[in-house]
């Protein structure tokens, strides 16, 4: 048998009409080599402040950290066990990254279709030269190849971060993280600035939320004993998130219905989770949802964007949750209502230009009905790039699609990668501005937008959008 | 700097892949010249009753009335006052009409992509000759343009209706509306009816219910003590406005929950606003829901197609509310329920082919999910043209690709340009016919329905249902 | 005039674009001949256990017995009575088959653009050898050329069966039904298996519930006195159906709440039945919520594959359902919350790979958000294939489209052509064949798959991936 050669297509993510094809190249032609603007992601500081810092192997790099990969293996059968993800009690797991990956290869038919597929297939041809498809036979050698690269200097985080031509990247910190990372890079000139994201300590239900309070204290150099102890330390921490760059604050909420409480109300729960009581799911939203509106306040004053991410129900599935812990796949998506649910927050502080409030959603049936009739009214809103599950292919075209006709593009906030997986971030803001285009190529052959503006729109897209958004 | 030639695209809305692209033509070419059938629409009967009407200037036509483009100049930071929307209040706004077309055109690239661009464009170059795309620098040029049209005879609004080829159109007035203006078209010759729309009297907690009523009472001469006198009262209109060849009836509910109420209770409902109680939002919708099962009784009886459109939260942003008043872009969409919401009235009159009721929703998950289903069973039911933001290519595109397959086309309604800017009725129109013809271009060349049907069915989309559902 | 001759379009359901249309077809040809897998219908077991059973005359076949026929006509103000349905009461409709056909021919217009167009299309042409278009002027010939051919031997139930190449197909049965036709299948050594469909006496408040449990009792040989005897009555029967090769249940459920009751609770409300108190709605779901867990429990035991319909509001016209009966056009489509309702279900038994459950939804704006990401982590589940409404070309690409990024197409479980009408069978698996290998080409020719893995995905998706649901 011969083995059958792996290459990339040139002209991946392009609609096959021979004259869409043609000015979708052209529009990608222009935006292909712009710098990466990365505003939002998660990638770890540790990697790229350590100047030595490296990837150890394959399944280190690509499989155990990935829940877009191990998902979809879980979901087939693998137990993710085998494939090396730690448990939270230590019970012991495949500890051999050969073996993981072969077991990785021999499923890899499974992301046939999917943007995880896609991504990979990007990363193992153009970063580690890989020419033969992943199966049982090839993950030995394809193994080798990588390690082979990964030992190399060039392969190191840094000099990969270079490589990749980011022109700046944000990573999403917890308000008490050490900023130590941060400020080694800001000093050796690695433009990599952290987020704020104080979903810690504001969800009082959080698992560790006494631990991030305590660390939140320990760096603010704030006593929390109330609410207006906890606002002042977060106040503090967003100042120093901003001396070291950061433009962006990010929260998490499974509804976007966002009330105020009276502040007794508020400060009430603040003490029952203070004495060590355990509030409810729904004391924790209402909480939270009390705080986002002090952190609308705070964002108007500093100028930090506000990202909100909404509708994703975590830890579906209590063995995998209980066993491996947070971000293990088993986070679902739900169905939300903006228009009611964000009526408070976007009446206060809508009107706003100067305030900047970024929108992800996991429900698309929002898109058209919801996210862009208020886009297309809000000054301060701006609509986040398609998120998760939606990071591909068609999910950006439905994007594109049902935002742009109400909201039109200048009030959409660019692309962001999300991303855990370091060597996918190209790959990713590839696949963005190649559907981008074709999406435009598209567009314009149908007559309806005009041919002259394509570059202008093509570049806004792939890399205005995103500074303009997050005030890179 | 060569100043770029703006031109139209023969084939707009229509696919590039040419086989479709030939088809589409072929079907198009037969409906282009078709009259135009309005059955729903805001134009003001003043307008096109005074033949010696004019329009004063490109600002008061193109920008003030639509709250399409001034919503979207308004997401990106520009205020209304600057685009010479009234204030409640009459603090002073932009008024000179040459700086508001500056600021609309320095703008104009916000418009990309969008509906409301398209038919800008449309109407620019069409029907005011203009050849340049609008622009800081070409504003003033432009404005001159349309201004000396403006100013000739043939671009009065009587001359603009007739030069448009319309055949029938259908304005929107209030139930205690003067159908003076209708009645004087009607002597003229001017196919130009009213469409009774009582939403301001039905709908308890209206801003100006009191003032609504007062003007039923003095049109109708019944004095409405209570519920039965207000029927009687509404009866009359329907009678009066049927005179002046009126076919149907307009209401707008935020949700299709529509059930009766009790006798005694929709009485007392009625009483507390009679004696100058407040009601409530949710007494407003159970007075008004209980009303529309009388409003059906009524169309059943007089044969007048009932329209419901569903959906909108309007008056999302308080501010601009108070500020500026209703219909000022602030208008919302929600998620609905036709399936359980409508039961009642289907169940007690969906059975009656000779009711016609036609339905409109912004909330799309329903088209293929509820509302085709509902269509493709009751005789009454009618769908509405996709309505207000998806007034739109691909918003048309997403209509006919989802109620098609289970409601067929012959339980469609056809299209209504449901606009207050009387220019923009051919090019609404014109987007309508190019992107169906387009779609049953695509259907045919895949196979899905037999090419000699087409110019038929072109025809019925275009033209034929629009008059079948609204009985014209 | 000149009659105009009917024909198939060999391309039907592929994509004009010349690339893909190829390579459609180049895959559709690997996968054209296939046998046909039938592991979900409602095809009447009588039918075909009795070899010389025949087709009595076209309207028996094709109008009376199919609902999707009769509601389109319906919609456009045909009675029911017309059409030959027959009525509860025994009140007379049309008799004369001929007459019958006539109305159903003189509207055949309505279906143009819709699947079941496209289905009578082709069995009338292929299976029929009509060459005509149905129409007043066309019926009488066309039904004589198809009662000439029912007439012959080679029309016989039998005979289509083994023509149309089905490999095994499975009817849908209650719990109490007489399983005697199947047995004697078996020992004739046709493919022809029952499913175990208990609905009948886990909705308390069926129509029928009293006599579908005396039937269970006698089939069971258990006398049903409690929960305990209910339970251990249907166990006897899945065994008794697995002897006869049952490989599946099949469950209906408004919504996909699924929670457990205390054990009393669950006891009290089928005492209540047992005792002639006519359970609510409400009681009725959640005693068959409760009764579905337990049906997982049993799946898991025997290794039945557990299908689960949800979102069709049964019935929605009444007048309907009290003169026609069940399943007579108006049953509607609700949204539903897969993701909280089924929590509970797949957290007991979701992480078990040999527990199969394929799920069916009516509400697609769950495939993106809900049922991939549930199908891409649980092991147990796979996503049934697009159900009722969207058993059509845009329904598959609309599901192929959502599902596919996030579950991969080995969390799908194929295609079942879920019908009455025996004739349909080959058309409706050509129609997911074809749309299947277009999705596949155009996916491949926009450089997403590898073109060298479509023809096994597209086998997989044809043929083997409802073989490994159901474990055929």
Chains 1, 2, 3 share one sequence.
């Not at 030995?140 to 990247?169: K, M």
């Not at 969800?203 to 102890?229: F, K, N, P």
């Not at 190209?426 to 394509?454: Q, S």
């Amino acid at each position: 048998m011969t083995a059958r050669r792996w290459t990339l297509d040139d002209d991946r993510c392009f609609s096959p009409e021979p004259r869409v094809r043609d000015r979708a190249r052209a529009l990608y032609a222009e935006v292909r080599d712009l710098p990466l603007v990365c505003p939002h992601g998660h990638v770890a500081p540790a990697l790229l402040a350590d100047p030595d810092a490296r990837f150890p192997n394959p399944a280190d790099l690509l499989i155990k950290p990935d829940h877009y990969v191990f998902r979809m293996l879980y979901s087939q059968g693998v137990p993710m066990e085998a494939l090396g993800v730690p448990t939270r009690d230590g019970t012991e797991v495949e500890s051999d990254p050969r073996a993981i990956w072969r077991t990785f290869c021999a499923h890899f038919h499974l992301f046939r279709g999917t943007p995880t597929g896609l991504w990979l297939k990007a990363e193992l041809i153009e970063l580690f030269g890989v020419e033969e498809v992943p199966s049982e036979a090839t993950a030995d050698r394809i193994y080798d190849r990588i390690q082979e690269r990964l030992d190399a200097p060039e392969f190191r985080p840094r000099a990969l971060f270079e490589r990749f031509g980011i022109e700046t990247l944000a990573t999403t910190d917890q308000a008490g993280d050490d900023l130590a990372p941060h400020a080694a890079m800001r000093e050796a000139g690695l433009p990599v600035v952290p987020t704020f994201r104080p979903d810690g300590v504001l969800h009082l239900a959080s698992e560790d939320w006494r631990a991030q309070l305590d660390a939140l204290e320990a760096r603010s150099d704030v006593q929390i004993t109330g609410l207006d102890a906890l606002f002042e330390a977060l106040a503090r921490r967003r100042a120093t998130f901003r001396e070291l760059g950061a433009t962006a604050t990010d929260h998490a909420s499974l509804t976007p219905e966002i009330e105020p409480l009276p502040t007794h109300e508020a400060e009430a729960l603040l003490q029952k989770a203070l004495s060590g009581g355990a509030p409810t799911p729904e004391e924790d939203h209402r909480f939270h949802a009390h705080a986002l509106l002090r952190m609308a306040e705070m964002a108007r004053e500093d100028g930090m964007t506000m990202q909100i991410h909404v509708g994703s129900f975590r830890n579906h599935h209590r063995r995998i949750h209980r066993r491996f812990g947070l971000d293990k796949g088993a986070d679902m998506p739900i169905a939300v209502d903006w228009t009611r649910g964000l009526r408070t927050l976007l009446n206060e502080h809508g009107h706003d230009p100067d305030f900047r409030l970024v929108l992800f959603t996991l429900d698309e049936a929002t898109y058209a009905r919801e996210l862009a009739p208020l886009a297309g009214h809000y000054p301060a809103l701006r609509l986040g790039a398609p998120w998760w599950f939606f990071d591909s292919v068609l999910g950006m075209d439905r994007y594109l699609d049902r935002v742009t006709e109400t909201a039109g593009i200048y009030n959409l906030a660019g692309f962001n990668d999300d991303t855990r997986a370091f060597p996918s971030i190209p790959t990713r803001h590839d696949v963005w501005r190649r559907t981008a285009c074709d999406w435009l190529a598209r567009t314009i052959e149908r007559g309806l937008i005009d041919a002259e503006d394509g570059p202008e729109m093509a570049r806004w897209l792939a890399y205005d959008a995103a500074k303009a958004a997050y005030r890179v």
